[in-house]
């Protein structure tokens, strides 16, 4: 059984930064796509930044230069650093897998608060 349990979300000022942390069980992130994404009320989901199966990295325009993904392979969790953040990134963040073999996952999301 697959699970992706995400934490590091909260109430942070603007300027701000949080860590996203995935952890994953059932399945490796290592030789997957991997990705965070976030949904703010009354939008939909968009995707925020991404490791493809190689390794290469893509980021939305609005939070490049500011976050940043990665991964511990040895760990088998994913993170999200985010720097210099503002109120519109305040949505749920949600931790996503894609395996070819496997089929797509996603963790049950964690809580970004972005206000003074």
């Known amino acids: 059984q697959v699970q992706l349990v995400e934490s590091g979300g909260g109430l942070v000022q603007p300027g701000g930064s949080l860590r996203l942390s995935c952890a994953a069980s059932g399945i490796t992130f290592a030789g997957n796509a991997v990705a965070w994404y976030r949904q703010a009320p009354g939008n939909q989901r968009e995707s925020v930044a991404s490791i493809s199966r190689v390794g290469g990295t893509n980021y939305a325009e609005s939070v490049k230069g500011r976050f940043t993904i990665s991964r511990n392979n040895a760990k088998n969790t994913l993170y999200l650093q985010m720097n210099t953040l503002k109120p519109e990134d305040t949505a749920v963040y949600y931790c996503?897998?894609?395996?070819?073999?496997?089929?797509?996952?996603w963790g049950q999301g964690t809580q970004v608060t972005v206000s003074s």
């Open positions: 996503n897998v894609y395996s070819a073999i496997r089929g797509n996952y």
